[in-house]
């Protein structure tokens, strides 16, 4: 089994739990297991085998069942739990809004067992009638089966690319593929993924088909040729893999790179200039001839254009920018000095303070933010004041054994429903960093959240808003609020917006970004870690920010210390 189902099994584990009543302590425990092995480079088993204790936030009873499901596909545990909850009942949790809780009793008071009957009950007023739920929580219900139905199919980018990166691993390791890549919308960081297409080039066709046709990732295969082979992969998702020749391989990785509406432009504005562009290469149409180009640079300079960045190529306004030379000089990976968001065991995260040190100066960077729930978000263990300061010291104890990098004292607070934070200004102010986050109420009016969010940004004492549309990726649709009031209100405070890289969040979404640049905002872009491998997150947060148009200087975190205390330190 691949760490990422590994993860979901525990995650179902950990549901499951939730449904039967089970004590909080024991699903934070699977829930943790599963966020610390999702995130893992190798082989959670590999592990397992070489130290029992070797995985952060995977105490001896979890290592056990990981063991176990690893052997025979499943658990004794999980057979019982769904003996009393049946696996479509437990699929209702892909719909925003069905909880645990809700899920289990839909399930015991009304008997729906699968999303039509959940979507009847819905309509016909029985799940409005159950106590605690009423009309406008089954009103909600509703409206996100619908969103749900629309979106089903995909994958979240979270899930796919790191199925996608250990089958280019494996297929590199063990063919004769000279050159390979991932094109499509996970090229392009979407937020979720439809399919898989590799291209790569290979003067052995036959030994690279016959690999890929034969890995554990894949379920069945569809197709099994020399230029193109089809397969299912566990889970579901389709790859499609084209060996072409080497001259060729620029012009198919850009054919299947740019979205639809991106390629149909280009060919638009192409034809217009007596030229054809395909997966073949550039022809010219007066003539016949076709150019072929090995890498995509040359293809967007053959039609007089600035190279578009993968992220870019959506089908907005990117060729007429890169007609002009006007598109932006993306913020890269390697920007970026540190990491402003992250959770540790004095909240709900599943390292320590120096774990968590010692993982952010592997990464390279020069600062970071120790930044733990406040007391509102109780199912996190958020801190208390008296925690808080007691956390402070044991962050100050710790820096001056580490003096390499700037170690800063942070809180994630909430922002409660009228736009309060949840601590005093006078505790606020004690921090380095305060970062403000909606946890809760997140069925007010777009009015409401507006409010509420431009009194945190107006706060002297909040200097990032955290997750601000709260979304979770094919799942919650997040809080609505006035965007370009909101936008121009952190441009006029300084307040940065977050572009929290977890894959699950993505938020702000790329059009939230460009929006808020266009505003004169800034953002950070933070993993929101909670074991020292959602550090490796952060990649998706600036593919995130690439799509959005952000460069360097619009992230606050991709500047030196000394720039970052300036902001910090403001007069608003």
Avoid: C
């Avoid at 499901?69 to 999980?78: E, F, M, Q, V």
């Avoid at 392009?188 to 046709?213: A, C, I, Y």
């Amino acid at each position: 089994m691949l760490n990422v189902q590994v993860a979901a099994a525990l995650e179902e584990t950990a549901n499951l739990l939730e449904m039967t009543g089970e004590n909080v302590f024991r699903i934070r425990a699977y829930q943790r297991a599963a966020e610390a092995i999702a995130d893992l480079r190798e082989p959670v088993g590999t592990i397992l085998a070489r130290d029992p204790k070797g995985i952060p936030g995977v105490g001896s009873g979890i290592a056990d069942h990981i063991r176990e499901l690893l052997a025979t596909g499943t658990t004794k545990l999980t057979v019982e739990l769904h003996q009393r909850f049946p696996p479509e009942v437990v699929a209702l949790l892909q719909v925003p809004g069905v909880g645990p809780k809700l899920a289990a009793r839909v399930y015991e008071e009304l008997g729906v067992t699968n999303l039509d009957m959940l979507e009847a009950a819905a309509i016909d007023g029985r799940l409005a009638s159950l106590p605690r739920v009423g009309t406008k929580s089954a009103a909600n219900v509703l409206k996100n089966i619908e969103g749900f139905r629309r979106r089903s199919g995909r994958t979240p980018i979270g899930i796919a690319r790191p199925l996608a990166e250990s089958i280019i691993a494996a297929l590199l390791e063990g063919s004769n593929v000279q050159r390979l890549a991932a094109a499509g919308s996970l090229r392009r960081f979407q937020e979720t993924v439809g399919d898989l297409d590799f291209v790569g080039v290979s003067d052995e066709p036959k030994s690279v088909m016959d690999l890929l046709v034969s890995l554990p990732q894949v379920d069945r295969v569809l197709g099994h040729g020399l230029t193109k082979s089809s397969v299912i992969l566990l889970g579901g998702l389709q790859l499609d893999l084209r060996l072409v020749e080497p001259r060729d391989f620029g012009s198919l990785l850009q054919h299947f790179t740019g979205s639809a509406q991106h390629n149909i432009q280009l060919r638009e504005y192409a034809v217009a200039r007596g030229l054809k562009v395909s997966e073949y290469g550039l022809e010219d149409m007066a003539t016949s001839t076709v150019r072929h180009f090995d890498d995509e640079e040359g293809i967007y300079a053959a039609l007089g254009l600035q190279f578009i960045p993968p992220e870019l190529r959506q089908g907005r306004d990117e060729i007429r920018l890169a007609v002009r030379n006007g598109l932006p000089k993306l913020i890269e990976l390697s920007d970026l000095k540190g990491d402003l968001h992250m959770h540790t065991t004095w909240s709900d995260g599943s390292a320590s303070i120096e774990a968590m040190v010692q993982a952010a100066i592997a990464k390279g960077y020069t600062y970071m933010a120790i930044s733990d729930h406040s007391a509102g978000l109780g199912v996190a263990r958020g801190l208390t004041v008296e925690r808080l300061r007691a956390q402070a010291q044991e962050i100050r104890e710790v820096a001056a054994r580490y003096p390499e990098i700037r170690i800063l004292t942070a809180s994630e607070v909430d922002i409660r429903a009228d736009g309060s934070m949840d601590f005093p200004d006078d505790v606020l102010a004690e921090l380095d960093l305060v970062i403000g986050s909606i946890h809760s109420a997140m069925n007010q009016t777009a009015d409401e959240a507006t409010a509420r969010l431009l009194k945190a940004i107006e706060n002297p004492n909040v200097d990032i808003i955290g997750h601000p549309t709260t979304r979770i990726v094919g799942g919650r649709e997040g809080v609505e609020f006035d965007r370009p009031e909101v936008f121009a209100a952190a441009a006029r405070t300084g307040t940065a917006l977050e572009v929290n890289a977890n894959p699950s969040r993505l938020d702000l979404r790329d059009t939230d970004v460009r929006m808020a640049l266009e505003a004169g905002a800034r953002i950070t872009i933070d993993t929101d870690a909670h074991v020292q491998g959602n550090m490796d997150l952060m990649e998706f947060g600036v593919g995130t920010a690439r799509r959005g148009g952000a460069r360097a200087q619009d992230v606050w975190n991709a500047g030196p210390i000394d720039d970052l205390l300036a902001w910090l330190q403001r007069d608003r």
